[in-house]
C-alpha cells in the first residue's frame, strides 16, 4: 500500500476530529477517487481502527514526544503509523517507511514522524502497560461516555465497551417476494459467501465475514438488503397489516419502510417522514431497488401541520433521532464527536417528537418508539415520561427471547446474538 493512501486516510480522518464531519460523508468524498480495490479498503481500514482505538493512540504518542503536535496532519499520521504497528498486518519497516513519505509535502515532520515511530517499536511493551493503566486508554472511550455506560449499566459496561471496539457483523435482510432464507442461504452458498441464520429476526441471515454488497446475490434486484438484526426487529413490532396507513418517522435511509412493505406485501400505506432531504433521496433510490411504492416526505417530526394531510395513520413507527451509542462499533467517529451535554438535547427532541407524533395516531392505534441508543434517559426514561403526561397511552408489552426487559421497553445491549444496540417500545392509544 502507497504512501498516498495515508495521506488519504489522515485528510479523511482530519474531516472527522478536526471539522468535526461524519466518517461516512468524509470517506464518501475520497473513496470514490480510489479506483484499486484493495487501495480503497486499506484507507477505510486505517480510518475505521484509528477512530476505534483513538483514545489509546492518543496517550501514546503524548509518551513519545517532547511536546503536543500542533499540526493536525502530522498528528494524524503519527496516530495512523502507532495503529498500523499495533493492529494491522503491516510489516513494521513499512508502515514507518510509507507512513514517513507520506508527509512528502512537509518534511520537516519526517524526521519526527521516523523517531516517534521507531520509539515505539523500541518501548512498545512499556508504552503498552502504561497505556492499560490510563481508564480512558484502557478503554477506548470518553471518560464521560465510559461512566455513562457504567452507571445504566453496573453490571455489563465494560463487556458494552469492548463490544463498541471490535468490528460489526454484516447482516442481510431477504424480500420474501425474491426468495425464502434457505434459499437465500442457497444461493450465498453457491456464490461462496459463507452464512448463517440470524437468531430473532426470520429474515435475516449473517454473513461470516463482510463482503461488497455488488458481490450479493440479488442486491441489484432488490432480492435483499443490508440491515442489522436488531433494525430488523422494528418493522416485526409494528406488524403492518395489509390496508393499513402507517407512518415511517425519521425515517432515512428507509430499511425498515421497505421492510413494512415486504411484511405487507406492499399493500400497505406507508408514509416515510426525514427532515433531512437528500436522505429521504435515499429512501426513493432504496423504494426504487426493491419495485416498491410510498410516499417520502421531507419534514420536520417536531412540527407535522407543516407536512400531514390530517388523515390519522393506524400504526406509527417512530425511529428517534439519538445519541447512537447502540451503533459505535460501525461509527466509531461516535465516540469523539459525540459529547456529554448532547444527552440532554437528544432527549428534550425525543420528547417532543413523541409529544408531536401522538395526535397522529388513531384512537386504538400502535406507536413502536425505536433508538439505537443504550443510554436509559433516551429510552426507558422516556417512556415513563410519555406515559405519566398522556393518559390515553399504555404501554403493549412485549414479550421476546431477545433484549433486556425494562421498567417500560425492552433493551438489546451491543453483542447480544451479535446485533447492534436498540431499545424498542411499543405503546397503544385508548380506543
Not at 274 to 300: F, K
Amino acid at each position: 500500500m502507497s504512501a498516498n493512501t495515508r495521506t488519504l486516510a489522515a485528510s479523511a480522518l482530519q474531516d472527522v476530529v478536526v471539522e468535526r464531519h461524519s466518517l461516512t460523508a468524509a470517506l464518501g468524498k475520497r473513496l470514490p477517487a480510489i479506483s484499486d480495490v484493495r487501495d480503497r479498503a486499506f484507507v477505510q481500514a486505517l480510518c475505521y481502527g484509528v477512530l476505534r482505538a483513538y483514545q489509546p493512540l492518543e496517550f501514546l504518542l503524548g509518551r513519545l514526544v517532547l511536546k503536543p503536535i500542533i499540526d493536525q496532519e502530522i498528528r494524524l499520521l503519527a496516530l495512523i503509523g502507532l495503529y498500523q504497528l499495533r493492529s494491522m498486518n503491516v510489516k513494521p519497516h513499512a508502515a514507518v517507511s510509507e507512513t514517513v513519505e507520506a508527509a512528502h509535502r512537509k518534511r520537516w515532520a519526517k524526521p519526527l514522524l521516523n523517531a516517534v515511530l521507531r520509539n515505539y517499536l523500541r518501548r512498545r511493551e512499556e508504552l503498552e502497560a502504561q497505556a492499560h493503566e490510563d481508564s480512558a486508554s484502557r478503554y477506548a472511550h470518553p471518560v464521560w461516555l465510559r461512566d455513562r455506560f457504567a452507571t445504566d449499566w453496573p453490571g455489563d459496561w465494560e463487556a458494552l465497551l469492548d463490544q463498541n471496539n471490535r468490528p460489526p457483523p454484516m447482516s442481510l435482510r431477504i424480500n420474501p417476494a425474491y426468495s425464502d432464507r434457505s434459499g437465500y442461504l442457497a444461493r450465498l452458498a453457491e456464490a461462496g459467501i459463507a452464512a448463517q441464520p440470524c437468531l430473532h429476526a426470520p429474515a435475516g441471515v449473517t454473513l461470516d465475514s463482510p463482503v461488497t454488497v455488488e458481490v450479493l446475490p440479488g442486491f441489484a434486484e432488490g432480492g435483499v438488503s443490508v440491515q442489522d438484526e436488531a433494525a430488523q426487529l422494528a418493522a416485526l413490532l409494528v406488524e403492518p397489516q395489509q390496508g393499513e396507513r402507517i407512518l415511517d418517522l425519521c425515517a432515512a435511509p428507509g430499511g425498515k419502510t421497505l421492510h413494512m412493505l415486504e411484511l405487507s406485501q406492499g399493500e400497505a400505506e406507508i408514509v416515510a417522514v426525514d427532515v433531512d432531504i437528500e436522505r429521504c433521496g435515499r429512501i426513493r433510490q432504496n423504494l426504487a431497488r426493491e419495485h416498491l411504492s410510498a410516499t417520502v416526505l421531507s419534514g420536520d417530526a417536531r412540527a407535522p401541520s407543516s407536512w400531514w394531510d390530517g388523515r390519522q395513520f393506524d400504526r406509527i413507527l417512530l425511529d428517534a433521532p439519538c445519541s447512537a451509542t447502540g451503533v459505535i462499533r460501525r461509527h466509531p467517529d461516535i465516540k469523539l464527536l459525540r459529547e456529554e451535554r448532547d444527552i440532554g438535547t437528544l432527549t428534550a427532541l425525543q420528547a417532543t417528537i413523541f409529544d408531536s407524533a401522538w395526535p397522529l395516531l388513531k384512537p386504538g392505534g400502535i406507536l413502536v418508539y425505536a433508538t439505537c441508543s443504550v443510554i436509559r434517559a433516551e429510552n426507558e426514561m422516556q417512556i415513563v415520561r410519555f406515559l405519566e403526561t398522556h393518559a390515553d397511552a399504555t404501554e403493549h408489552l412485549l414479550t421476546a427471547d431477545w433484549g433486556i426487559a425494562q421498567l417500560h421497553g425492552r433493551q438489546i445491549l451491543t453483542g447480544e446474538s451479535g446485533m447492534d444496540g436498540f431499545f424498542y417500545a411499543r405503546l397503544r392509544k385508548a380506543a
